[in-house]
């Protein structure tokens, strides 16, 4: 059964900053990882996937990294505003039966002013 | 397109009574999947639609359970005589799931969820 961590749990940072969220995965053989924002009593808006066949991918401040062979995505968060504020997911999706990402627990941000 | 929809968004009920949430997923999106997340935690599995086929279950869905896809369209979440257990929000996300030499394609869309309250 694929598991799920991501470290750290919470975070709470100046604006302006540069972040790095963790996230690593039991079981290396994936086809695809994803990143999520979750807002406080909302659902989740998919911000990357990366195939497993790519390392990184990016969008806008953010860059997603992936090692599959050691089980581990890097989500990096440049010059971060108080927007950012979020809980952020990872998700990948473990091949070998059927697709269903599976989730961690996700880093809960803060970006005060 | 409007994203995935989902419809209520809170529900208060008593426990012992049974409960519906539907969701609209993105047009032609072939998979549904329902998930659901109590709070601190991340979404767990609970089914998935290709099209009209349910094609699995987790072992989370008791038999109080039951989910349709009639038409490979909406799908609804009936949860019957419902328990406090039950309280959590229940997500729902489509997919355009292809499978093309051996990579595959389906990036997940949640909808904005259906807050359960069991009292």
């Known amino acids: 059964k694929q598991e799920v961590t991501q470290i750290p749990a919470a975070l709470s940072v100046p604006e302006g900053e540069n972040l790095v969220l963790n996230c690593s995965f039991t079981d290396s053989a994936i086809y695809n990882l994803q990143w999520f924002r979750q807002d406080p009593g909302k659902g989740l808006t998919s911000l990357l996937l990366?195939?497993?066949?790519?390392r990184e991918q990016t969008s806008g401040r953010l860059n997603a990294s992936l090692d599959k062979s050691s089980g581990r995505s890097t989500l990096y968060i440049a010059a971060s505003q108080p927007g950012d504020s979020a809980t952020y997911l990872c998700?990948?999706?473990?091949?070998?039966?059927?697709?269903?990402?599976?989730f961690g627990r996700g880093t809960s941000l803060i970006v005060h002013p | 397109d409007t994203g995935v929809s989902q419809d209520p968004r809170h529900k208060i009920t008593k426990r012992g009574q049974n409960v519906t949430f539907r969701c609209d997923p993105i047009?032609?999106?072939?998979?549904l999947y329902w998930y659901r997340q109590t709070l601190g935690q991340g979404p767990e599995f609970l089914t998935y639609f290709q099209n009209e086929a349910q094609l699995e279950k987790s072992r989370l869905l008791s038999d109080r359970f039951s989910a349709e896809r009639p038409k490979g369209s909406f799908s609804t979440l009936e949860i019957q005589r419902t328990e406090q257990g039950d309280s959590a929000m229940y997500l729902c996300?489509?997919?355009?799931?292809?499978?093309?030499?051996?990579?595959?394609?389906?990036?997940?869309?949640f909808g904005e969820g259906s807050r359960l309250t069991v009292l």
């Open positions: 047009s032609e999106h072939n998979r």
């Open positions: 998700a990948p999706a473990p091949t070998g039966g059927s697709y269903i990402p599976t």
């Open positions: 990366i195939q497993s066949s790519q």
């Open positions: 996300a489509s997919s355009s799931y292809m499978q093309t030499s051996g990579v595959i394609t389906g990036e997940l869309f």
